[in-house]
Each structure stands twice: as structure tokens, then as C-alpha cells.
């Protein structure tokens, strides 16, 4: 790249940061002319447009979910940013070892980014027949494109209640689930490893109940990492940067990575989660002083 395209991205990057703060972000996001800056899910996702698929867009619980009761435990759909989920699972070990397998994969982002990876199976779990439609659709179209990538799966079905694919598992799940959903989540896992699972990561996009599976006496914290957008994907999301935590589970396979172990912190919404000491809590800090 050109210094004056990086010169252009620092710039667009900069703007961003100040778009963001949240004294400011909180003035602008009612104001007509401005609020649609930070309504980024609702547009047409860069990915889609390199992919030719259809992840973008925002779900109500309600539009999602079969019925009231689900929908009360449930979180809308929007997608997770690519290159947040690329680096989590980049840092993986022995994917080719593993199936990974995307726990309410909605349209299939998540699941499009794990083709990327030597994976021995990808498989979408998603209660919403209108989202597994499209997920299906959109798998298509990467096995199309890309026949030596694993074939994406498409499950209809409670992701809770799934049973271990392979030996060894990847779960990826964003911040989809309430905590009754996420407690009874983790009993499943355990229920799995005295049932023939022999290890699994466990990827939580943006770690709302994070806490969950700390409390777990069969997971161990892996990885915490709080990883800024792409920049491409500035204003395509509600934030500028989301937080990634990997559970294993017990008996340990791999060595822990270095400061994994760092508390979870979560918005006074209830919607978003950081780490203790990340760049987006160092400015909220600043930002009430």
C-alpha cells in the first residue's frame, strides 16, 4: 500500500475514534442526520459484497426465535465481524483435528470464515428456519466458488441441546443467548465429557456471561483478547473493536496463552463486554473524568 493510502485509512480510523466516543456517540446517535453512522449492521457488509452472500442485517429476538418464551431468552441477530472471528480461530491450534461448530449460526458469517481453515467438519446449529434458509443458501454459494473448502452444515435446532460432533470441537458462539441459555449451554459441555468428547475450545464472541463458563470445574480460560475492527469494517458494527475469550476444556491440552486470565467487564446495557484493562475501557475511563 501507498503512504497516502495508509495516510487515508489512519485518517478514516482516526475520525472513527472520535465518532465513537461515547459523550459523543451517545449526541449524535439521536440526532437524525448522524444517528445512521452507527447503525452499521443494517448495511450491506464489505464480506458479503467479496463473498456474493447475504450475512448482513439485524433480527429482532422475536423475528428469530419460534416463539415469546424463546424469544425472551434470546438475543437479535447481527453478525460478528470477520477478521475479529479470523483472528480468534487463527490462533488455534491442529484445526484439521477438529469440527467446528457455530452454536446459533444465524446466516452463516461465522461459518464462512471457519471454511477459510482446515476444519474436518463445519456445522451451523440456528432455531430460526428463515435465518437456516439463508445460512443454507449461502453455503451454497461458497462451495461453489471454493469446492476445496469442508462443506458447511446446516442444522435447525436448539443450540444448547447439541451433542458432540466429533472428539474434538471448536464452539463458536456470539453473544446470542441470555444466561439461562448459556448456564444450561455449559451443563451440556459437561455432560459431553463424560460422554466421549476429549477436548474442546470454546470461542465466545463479545463475553457477555462470560462468568458462565468461568464457573465451570471442566473449562479454563485459553485466550482473552479484545481485537480492533478491520478497516473495512469501521462503521459495520456498533463498536470499533470486540472481545474474543477461549475456554478449554479439562484435562489441559495446550498452554495457556499469555494474560487469558483477565476479568470480563460488562456494560452498564448488559449488551457489550471488555477486558479489564483494554483500550475501550481506558477511554471510558477518561471519558467520565
Known amino acids: 500500500m501507498s503512504n497516502d493510502g495508509r495516510w487515508r485509512q ?3 480510523r482516526n475520525m472513527y475514534d472520535v465518532v465513537w466516543r461515547p459523550r459523543l456517540k451517545s449526541l449524535l446517535a439521536r440526532l437524525p442526520v448522524t444517528r445512521h453512522v452507527y447503525n452499521g449492521w443494517v448495511r450491506r457488509h464489505p464480506f458479503d459484497v467479496a463473498h456474493g ?3 448482513s442485517g439485524y433480527l429482532s429476538a422475536a423475528e428469530c426465535a419460534p416463539d415469546a418464551a424463546m424469544a425472551s431468552q434470546i438475543l437479535p441477530y447481527a453478525a460478528s465481524q470477520p477478521s475479529i472471528v479470523r483472528a480468534g480461530i487463527a490462533l488455534l491450534p ?3 483435528q477438529y469440527a467446528f461448530v457455530d452454536l446459533g449460526c444465524g446466516k452463516g458469517r461465522a ?3 471457519a471454511s477459510e481453515f482446515s476444519f474436518a467438519r463445519l456445522i451451523g446449529i440456528e432455531i430460526s428456519p428463515d435465518l437456516t ?6 453455503a451454497a454459494v461458497i462451495a461453489r466458488r471454493d469446492p476445496r473448502r469442508a462443506p458447511i452444515e446446516i442444522q435447525v435446532g436448539e443450540a444448547t441441546a447439541i451433542r458432540a460432533p466429533a472428539d474434538r470441537v471448536v464452539y463458536f458462539l456470539y453473544n446470542s443467548f441470555g444466561r439461562a441459555l448459556m448456564e444450561r449451554l455449559v451443563e451440556g459441555l459437561e455432560r459431553q465429557l463424560t460422554n466421549g468428547l476429549e477436548h474442546a475450545f470454546l470461542i465466545y464472541y463479545n463475553p457477555v456471561h462470560g462468568g458462565v463458563f468461568d464457573r465451570s470445574p471442566r473449562l479454563t480460560r485459553w485466550h482473552a483478547e479484545t481485537i480492533p475492527y478491520a478497516d473495512d469494517e469501521l462503521g459495520f458494527g456498533p463498536d470499533l473493536s470486540d472481545t474474543l475469550v477461549t475456554w478449554q476444556t479439562l484435562p489441559e491440552r ?3 496463552q499469555p494474560r487469558a486470565s483477565r476479568r470480563i467487564v460488562t456494560s452498564e446495557s448488559g449488551l457489550h463486554a471488555s477486558l479489564e484493562d ?4 481506558l477511554l471510558r475511563r477518561l471519558d467520565r473524568k
Open 254 to 256: 495446550y498452554p495457556a
Open 133 to 138: 434458509g439463508v445460512a443454507r443458501r449461502n
Open 94 to 96: 491442529d484445526h484439521n
Open 10 to 12: 489512519q485518517l478514516r
Open 278 to 281: 483494554s483500550a475501550r475501557d
Open 111 to 113: 461459518l464462512i470464515v
Open 53 to 55: 452472500v447475504d450475512t
